[in-house]
């Protein structure tokens, strides 16, 4: 009997850890206005929770979902999937293939800025499209690099049109010599992808086509979602999208990005899944902040003060791309919520994009606000930041660099750079401005 009890007790361990926390197959609103539920669910391991607000909060989890929640939950709740009018919906939005055919069409027309790029395919075959846009672009040149990826949730499709407007605009505005646009390009190089989950958007589901939800499949700071490859960055066992997402992230260098979602309008910053301080805590409230700033919507919206959240004080996530991206690749990540609706009518697109496109573009500026080196050849090493802060410098940060290129987004102030490889060292004094795109733009030749 006890040996019986032993056995169900493990087998339901082992259940618990094969029972992956990021299966999206249902989804709930659940109407739990004051959160007290919030604990029980987070409890399970295996529930997804989403913008939670004042009136309650999604919940999405695999097929038992409904079952448990009808045994459990205090509060009451609704499908999410009987609100949606597919067949209507998917009409008035461009099919994946038609979005991969506009992007295929830009750059045939602007081909000496814009270069299409598969970074890999989805579980069922297509193509992962990035934009590169930047001068040069078949170089891979030394410069500050930015990424914005959108609709990696299937189901939130704003930012994939907002991806495919903003190529555009930066595009003709660089063949029209658009002074700002042309400063911006000749100096980035920016990555665009519109769409990581394109499975996910041809059936407007929030999953892949597996129902995962990519973005709690990546590897997390502190806890895998997955219970997989505890807090290793390995790409075994994950969907094919967020691998491609990892290995394109490994061969570059990017400094500052931001992924898009819809469901509320508000700019979302590290960390998600930990309570503790982000070692650049004022510069990526500044950056949220000026992004909310000039999108009254976004910026008045009552559930948030300025429009801007912390991401781990509004709700913990865990294997999410932010914290990511941060963690492993240094790379400075905010989380965008672009509109209300996840799935607006087609003919809003235009009004969000242009709400939008002057703090999006603003952002990209700010991948300038930094300091880069660059070796005179591929070394591993350790790069320490500190600040100068009352009358010395002060440590902010020390971390691992790999390869020949180091670029870093930093608030405005005085910083001392110390490099250390094996025996060697060096190190300079940075002085940070903002809005100053060449001065603060440039690399730091540097023979170790
Ligand atoms: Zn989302």
Redesign the pocket.
């Known amino acids: 009997m006890i040996k019986q009890i032993l056995l169900t007790f493990l087998m339901s361990c082992f259940l618990f850890q094969a029972q992956a926390a990021n299966l999206a197959e249902v989804g709930f609103f659940v109407n739990d206005t004051n959160r007290s539920f919030l604990k029980t669910i987070h409890a399970q391991g295996k529930f997804i929770v ?2 939670p607000s004042s009136k309650g909060y999604e919940v999405y989890g695999p097929k038992g979902l409904k079952k448990w929640l009808t045994a459990n939950s205090p509060v009451s709740f609704r499908s999410l999937s009987n609100s949606i009018d597919k067949r209507n919906s998917l009409l008035s939005y461009p099919s994946p293939e038609q979005i991969e055919s506009r992007l295929i069409a830009l750059q045939k027309k602007y081909p000496k800025i814009l270069k299409l790029i598969s970074i890999g395919k989805t579980e069922t075959g297509r193509d992962l499209w990035v934009m590169k846009i930047s001068d040069n672009v078949n170089v891979d040149e030394v410069e500050p690099e930015f990424k914005y990826v959108a609709n ?2 299937g189901d ?1 499709i704003v930012g994939r049109e907002l991806m495919v407007s903003l190529i555009d605009e930066l595009a003709s505005k660089y063949s029209k010599n658009d002074q700002e646009i042309t400063t911006l390009v000749n100096n980035t190089e920016i990555f665009i992808m519109p769409s990581l989950n394109p499975d996910g958007a041809a059936k407007r589901r ?1 999953g892949n086509s597996n129902w995962r939800d990519l ?1 709690r499949d990546f590897p997390d700071v502190e806890r895998d979602a997955r219970a997989f490859d505890f807090t290793e960055n390995t790409t075994a066992n994950r969907e094919l999208e967020t691998v491609a997402m990892m290995e394109f992230q490994n061969r570059r260098h990017f400094a500052l990005s931001a992924n898009f ?3 509320t309008e508000v700019v979302n910053y590290p960390w998600d899944t930990k309570s503790s301080d982000f070692p650049y805590m004022n510069l990526v409230i500044d950056l949220s902040r000026e992004y909310a700033a000039s999108i009254p919507s976004m910026r008045d919206n009552r559930e948030f003060i300025d429009g801007i959240v912390n991401g781990y004080d509004w709700y913990e996530i865990n294997g999410g791309m932010q914290d990511w991206s941060y963690h492993w690749h240094n790379d400075l990540q905010v ?1 965008i ?1 672009l509109s209300h609706s ?1 799935w607006p009518s087609y003919s809003q697109v235009p009004g969000y994009y242009k709400k939008n496109r002057a703090s999006l573009i603003k952002y990209m500026q700010r991948v300038h606000q930094g300091f880069g080196f660059k070796l005179d050849s591929p070394k591993k090493g350790r790069v320490t930041i500190k600040n100068f802060r009352g009358n010395s410098f002060q440590l902010l940060e020390s971390l691992d660099f790999e390869g020949s290129e180091f670029y870093k987004v930093l608030a405005p102030g005085k910083y001392l750079i110390e490099l250390e490889s094996g025996s060697k060292k060096y190190s300079f004094e940075k002085e940070i401005r903002a809005d100053d795109i060449k001065e603060n733009g440039a690399f730091k030749s540097i023979q170790l």
Do not use: F, I, Q, V
Request: glycine share 16%; proline share 0%; net charge negative.
């Open positions: 989403d913008h990696m949730h939130e929030r973005n979602h819809g469901g989380t919520e996840k």
